[in-house]
């Protein structure tokens, strides 16, 4: 799989492997039911830590692993997953806001992590991003297509991940919308990997300096 090919659309789901996700929130709420998500996701992070014994995979992408996954999970619990492909409009509501939440398939609860991509720096339109984490993730739609849900993070003064992106595919039309902060109107993440502008038609090609997916995750258990 190509770097950005988690970007694409798809009849049937990207992601094949898993982590330990499950086994940790049961034994974490049997021994404490009301523990807090940040707690849960530092077990889930810390586990990862334990299985990668040669410290071969970057501990910013595999503490952020830990903490997306575990939300993930929580979240499609809970019913706070947003699923945008369930909204009639850009207004970002849980799925448990939906007319149709009780009778939602799993796939279009959960988000599904499927890679994180790490990005030293990219500029458009004279704005520069730099520590930049590109997280991609699936969701079924309303055809039970699997289609994209991304974020953008990077690291503040205090080594915390704080988000100032997310995007997905309004349009169906294989490009995913972004809505950055930095930005008034909206920018195009295309399946190739360039962020365009519309008003300017200036595009720039994200260059990935690292990247985690899944599959590596997965690695960590055998």
């Known amino acids: 799989m190509r770097d950005f090919d988690s970007l694409l659309k798809t009849k049937t789901s990207k992601r094949t492997a898993h982590s ?3 086994e940790i929130y049961r034994q ?3 021994e404490n039911k009301e523990i807090s998500l940040e707690d849960l996701q530092l077990l889930n992070a810390n586990d990862l830590f334990a299985k990668d014994i040669k410290h071969k995979i970057d501990k ?3 503490s ?3 903490m997306l996954d575990m939300k993930s999970f929580v979240d499609a619990i809970s019913g706070d997953t947003i699923n945008p492909y369930f909204l009639k409009t850009k207004n ?3 799925i448990k806001a939906l007319p149709e939440y009780t009778y939602l398939p799993d796939e279009a609860r959960l988000l599904n992590l499927l890679d994180i991509k790490y ?3 990219f500029e458009l339109e004279g704005v520069t991003f730099s520590e930049v984490f590109l997280v991609t993730y699936e969701i079924a739609d309303r055809n039970n297509a699997f289609r994209p849900y991304v974020t953008f993070l990077t690291l503040n003064q205090n080594n915390q991940f704080i988000e100032f992106g997310y995007g997905y595919d309004t349009n169906d039309n294989g490009n995913v919308e972004l809505f950055l902060s930095s930005y008034n109107y909206l920018v195009y993440l295309t399946p190739k990997g360039f962020i365009h502008s519309p008003l300017s038609g200036k595009m720039t090609k994200l260059k990935i300096y690292d990247i985690l997916t899944f599959g590596e995750i997965a690695k960590l258990y055998k």
């Open 64 to 66: 952020l692993w830990g």
């Open 92 to 94: 970002l509501s849980p």
């Open 119 to 121: 990005i030293k720096k």
């Open 20 to 22: 330990n996700v499950i």
């Open 60 to 62: 910013n992408l595999l």
């Open 28 to 30: 974490a709420r049997k």
